[in-house]
């Protein structure tokens, strides 16, 4: 697994959305510059955006965002992209680094796919060292989006 180096992306100290329109491009704007197999950790409370950023995400990989749901129960979700597999994992559900181990997470990580994490902070020391992690917090109705790396 890449580190994640993606200069200006987001403004220092984040980026306001201020809807789902806009919260999807910004998922739509990263995949576009992604270096190869990355790992993206999501983090924030339930309804902060998450699975929607993840949306506009596979959209910029040719993803149907219809698609995309938010794998709170399935746990993962792979979907068949260019130039590497996306898979969604949603770690809310989990409550040990066995769990994690269950699911297959050390093997999504493998280089074989780009890897979008929800609830990654759950586990931080299970997530790679060049892992991006964006923090996402609701803030009057919007998806205010922080890098947090």
């Known amino acids: 697994m890449m580190p994640c180096e993606i200069p200006n992306f987001l403004p220092a100290g984040g980026a306001v959305s201020a809807d789902e329109t806009a919260t999807q491009a910004l998922g739509a704007s990263l995949a576009g510059l992604l270096p190869g197999p990355v790992c993206i950790s999501l983090e924030g409370p339930l309804g902060a955006g998450k699975t929607c950023f993840a949306r506009g995400f596979a959209r910029g990989l040719g993803i149907d965002p219809a698609l995309i749901s938010s794998p709170s129960f399935t746990l993962v979700n792979e979907y068949a992209a260019v130039p590497l597999p996306l898979a969604h994992l949603d770690l809310y559900r989990l409550e ?54």
């Not at 181990?101 to 902070?121: A, K, N, P, Q, T």
């Open 96 to 149: 040990s680094v066995a769990d994690l181990e269950s699911i297959g997470f050390e093997e999504f990580l493998s280089g074989s796919h780009i890897v979008l994490v929800e609830w990654g902070d759950k586990f931080p020391q299970c997530l790679p060292a060049g892992a991006l992690r964006l923090r996402f917090e609701p803030s009057e109705g919007c998806h205010r989006i922080v890098w947090v790396r």
